[in-house]
C-alpha cells in the first residue's frame, strides 16, 4: 500500500523529532527543541495547521495522524525533561559541596524579637545559647537616626543625604567660617590631597539645601562627621550627628525651642525638661546649648551629668543672615533655625552605653546586646 505524501511527511517528522529530543543533554537544549517543534512557529505546529490545505478526502486522517504527531512530540519532551531533572538532582547529590548559605534549623526556629523591645547590657537575646547563627538587626545608631527622621518626617521635614567628602566652602566658608576664624580649631579637619575635606559636622548640608528647595522649607540630614582629634569615651574621630534646618518668612526661638522638646520626648519616651544656654557657632546668631535634663538623677546632680543635673546635647539656634546669603536666600526676607544633634550621644543616652568607641566598632560581642 502506497502512503499519501503527507503521510510520509508526517513519520519522517515523528522520527526527526523523537531524534532531536533523544539528542538533548540538558534542559536548556530541551526547551529550544520544544520552540522549534511545538512553538508558535514551531514546525510540528506547522504540520497541525497545514490541514486546511489537504484534500477534503484526506482531512479526517490528516487530523488524526497530525494530532498524534503533536502528542508523541509532547510525551517525549515531557519525559525527557522530567530524565534530565532526575538526573541533575543525582549529579547534585553526588557532589559532596555543602551550601554554607543555608542557616541551620536552630535559626529557622527562632522567632523575631517584638519592636520596642530593647536589648539589656548584659547578653545576646537571640541564637546565643542554640549554637545557631545570629540574626542580624539594626545598629542602636540606625534605630536612633530612624527614630529621629520619623518624628520628623511627621512634622513636614524632608529627610535628605549629603556627602561626606566636602568642599571647604561648603563646611567652612558658607557658615561664616573663614580660614582665619578661631572656630576653625574647634573643628580639626581631615584634609584630602584633591583640597577637598572630611566634613566635621552635618552643617556642611546648610547651604546645600538651601540650593536643592526653594524657600519655605524644612529638612534634616544625618550622617558620618570627622574630626582629627584624640579619643577617649566621649569622643571619636568619626561619629554621627543630625542636622535639621528650617527656613521660613518669621521664626522663633520658641518655636525651635518646642521642635526640640517635642524630638527628644518622642526620642527618649517620656517628657523631658530641656534649657538653653548661649552657646557659640558662627553660623548662628543667637546660638545656643540646648540641656537636656539628666535622665539618671532626675536633675537632682550625678556623675553621669557631673553634679550639674543638666546633659550638654544639641548646639541650635537661628541662622546667621551670612549663611542665608551664601545660600542665595535674601536675610530681609528669610529666616531659618538650625540644630545639630549628636547622635552618637543620643544612642548613648537612650541605650545607657559608656564609651562612645563602641558604636563604631563592630564588636560582634557589643551589638549583640541590642
Ligand atoms: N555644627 C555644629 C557642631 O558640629 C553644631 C550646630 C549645628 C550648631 C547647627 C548650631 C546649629 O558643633
Known amino acids: 500500500m502506497n502512503l499519501a505524501p503527507w503521510q510520509v511527511e508526517l513519520d519522517a517528522a515523528r522520527d526527526l523529532w523523537a531524534d532531536r529530543v533523544a539528542l538533548c543533554s540538558n534542559l536548556a537544549e530541551l526547551r529550544s527543541v520544544q520552540v522549534d517543534a511545538l512553538g508558535k512557529n514551531g514546525a510540528v505546529t506547522a504540520l497541525v495547521r497545514r490541514i486546511g490545505e489537504v484534500a477534503n478526502a484526506d482531512k479526517r486522517a490528516y487530523g488524526q495522524a497530525s494530532a498524534a504527531l503533536k502528542l508523541v512530540c509532547e510525551t517525549a519532551i515531557a519525559d525527557k525533561q522530567t530524565a534530565l531533572e532526575l538526573a541533575e538532582v543525582a549529579a547534585e547529590l553526588a557532589d559532596d559541596t555543602f551550601d554554607v548559605t543555608l542557616p541551620p534549623a536552630a535559626v529557622l526556629a527562632q522567632k523575631p524579637r517584638a519592636p520596642g523591645q530593647s536589648g539589656g547590657q548584659s547578653g ?15 545598629h542602636p545608631l540606625c ?42 580649631d574647634m573643628q580639626d579637619t581631615f584634609w584630602l590631597d584633591n583640597g577637598l575635606l572630611l566634613r566635621t559636622h552635618t552643617s556642611s548640608g546648610q547651604v546645600r539645601a538651601m540650593h536643592t528647595f526653594a524657600p519655605p522649607f524644612r529638612a534634616i540630614f544625618a550622617g558620618k562627621v570627622f574630626r582629627y582629634e584624640a579619643t577617649d569615651a566621649s569622643h571619636e574621630h568619626t561619629f554621627h550627628q543630625l542636622e535639621g534646618l528650617l527656613i521660613d518668612r518669621v521664626v522663633s526661638v520658641g518655636h525651635l525651642l ?50 550639674s543635673g543638666w546633659l550638654e546635647l544639641l548646639p541650635c539656634g537661628l541662622v546667621h543672615p551670612q549663611v542665608l546669603r551664601a545660600g542665595g536666600l535674601d536675610p530681609a526676607q528669610w529666616q531659618g533655625w ?8 543620643l544612642a548613648m543616652m537612650r541605650y545607657g552605653i559608656g564609651d562612645v568607641r563602641h558604636l563604631l566598632s563592630g564588636d560582634a560581642r557589643f551589638l549583640a546586646q541590642f
Open 124 to 138: 545576646g537575646q537571640s541564637g546565643g545559647q542554640s549554637g545557631g547563627q545570629q540574626l542580624g538587626h539594626l
Open 143 to 184: 534605630r536612633v537616626q530612624t527614630d529621629v527622621e520619623a518624628v520628623f518626617t511627621s512634622m513636614g521635614f524632608a529627610v535628605l543625604d549629603y556627602p561626606e567628602v566636602e568642599s571647604e566652602f561648603n563646611n567652612f566658608e558658607s557658615l561664616n567660617i573663614p580660614g582665619w576664624h578661631p572656630a576653625r
Open 338 to 345: 538650625a540644630f545639630g544633634l549628636g547622635l552618637s550621644r
Open 258 to 307: 518646642d521642635s526640640m522638646r517635642t524630638l527628644l520626648s518622642a526620642i527618649l519616651r517620656r517628657d523631658v525638661q530641656v534649657r538653653l544656654r548661649p552657646g557659640y557657632f558662627p553660623f548662628v546668631e543667637p546660638g545656643f546649648e540646648l540641656d537636656l535634663q539628666c535622665q539618671l538623677c532626675a536633675g537632682a546632680g550625678c556623675s553621669a551629668c557631673k553634679q
